[in-house]
């Protein structure tokens, strides 16, 4: 991302009575909301929530599953993504997908870091070079990393495999970061990391966390989002919903309590 | 050592008798097996050694350099077609991001595709190249193509269905992190299933090669019978004797003396150290185009 941006508060993407459906199973039921430029959405929610499932709707990856069906409409500064006139390809990069599980690819570090820029025709050695260098400086690894690029990636630690995926991500300048769960895999303190690049990268970036661990939604998003069986209970500024829940249910998952 | 003893480990006796019976039979298949192979080959290089006829010549029953040029010739006509149209065929079953509706339909067409014994699928070539008489009149001036175009048939379900496999096997996770990454289908494919299938797709082709230097003897006889040409090494370019063809020849065709049994084992012999070397290309192969990062 530039750093000349614009710093206003437009609606970066904007989602509308969006479903998901895995063969028979309604996961995501009618899910609207908007996302401000530059303002990071926590979504939280039991597991089976439809939280990945809308993340994995934002980033297209449901054109991979035949069982899956997407209804409803996703936006990016206005222009509509879903349907076939939006190339997936191109989404993919301006939408970035981060998982839970480090997506790392059977290839080195550096390739790993540039395989977007590749994907995207950057054949220039000095600019795949740079990218990769300020994608990894962004993601705090460029010390540590930077003699050891023609590494296999897959024999790194997870937590530097994790960083390296959000380099990968970060390399093709894309304009949107999702992350599903980002630091599900990893110990406290290679957590604490990540939630440092998160707080880094939510000045520059429209950001969309869906995460089980609520102490990681309240530091980091400015609005969450409370989904129950695919459907949003509640929705607000974060300070306010981890205060005072409108929502009986939102209450009772803040406070652990099954219902 | 018995056998017996080495089946058993030592707390054998808290063990089912079943288990420890089929680990007796497992060994004594196993020294079976090896033995049966390693008497085969003593007999093989004994008959065969000092009778391999090294003379390059273009008769019938004279010499192995025309039969292995003929093989050679036919494996350089098949070869490249039945490698090319399997491997865009097995990458659009494996891959729905490329093959979309055509890759489907080939996903199902193989699931029955592989089990139709390959030969009937040569036949049904050759019973298309017959039934069409300016197709047949080219099979008598080029029996070479002729064979070339049945090996191709006999040979693309089974090499489609191989290259299938060894694609499928690169794990899905990393497929989605390539498409998530920003890939489109093609990339994705070149830049991670490839690299990783490399190994998979080398013993495919090898075991192509190999598949096509036993069935050549198949086909050429089946053609013979049927057209009228005859495999019979007079003129390389006119009538292709592949090794096992030659050897067919030694044994069943025109020398059903016993004189010709020794010439025969030193064919099979060479047939067999063929196997070895191209076997033991592969495995280097392979090993050197295993790609980096397989790590953890």
Redesign the interface.
Known sequence: MTADRAASAETKLEVADLHVWYAKRHAVRGVSFEAPERKTIALIGATGSGRSSILRAL?R?HD?D?TARVEGSIKIDGAEVLGSSAD???L??RV??I?G?P??????AYDNVV??L???GVRDRSALDAACELSLRRVLLWETMSSVLNQ?????PLDWQQRL?IA??LA?DPEILLFDDPASRLDPVAAQVLDDILLRLRRDYTILVATNDLHQAARLSDVTIHLVDGEIVETGETLAVFNRPTDARTEDFLAGRAW | MGVSALAMPRDAGSRPAAQIAGGLLAWISAIVVVLAVAALIVIVARAGWQNIVWVFETESDAGIGAALVSTLAVLGLALPPAIALSFCAGAAAAEPAIGAGAGRFLAATLRFGPSLPSTALGLAALGLITANPALERSVQANPLVAAAIVLVALNLPIMTARFRTVMRAVPPEWRVAAFAAGAPPVSMFFGVVVPRAMPGIIAVVLHGVGQMLGETAAVAIVLSVSTGVKFVNHALTFAPAPLPVHLWQRLAVGHPDPSSAPSAASETLILLVAIVVLRFVGRVLARRRRPSGAGA
């Not at chain 1, 997506?103 to 080195?108: F, I, K, Y």
């Not at chain 1, 296999?152 to 790194?156: E, G, K």
């Open positions: 980033n990856l991979l035949a997936p390809a191109v993919r990069r970035a997908l998982f599980r997506a790392t690819l059977p290839l080195s395989f977007g590749r994907a995207k296999p990636a897959l024999s790194l995926c990968r991500a093709v």
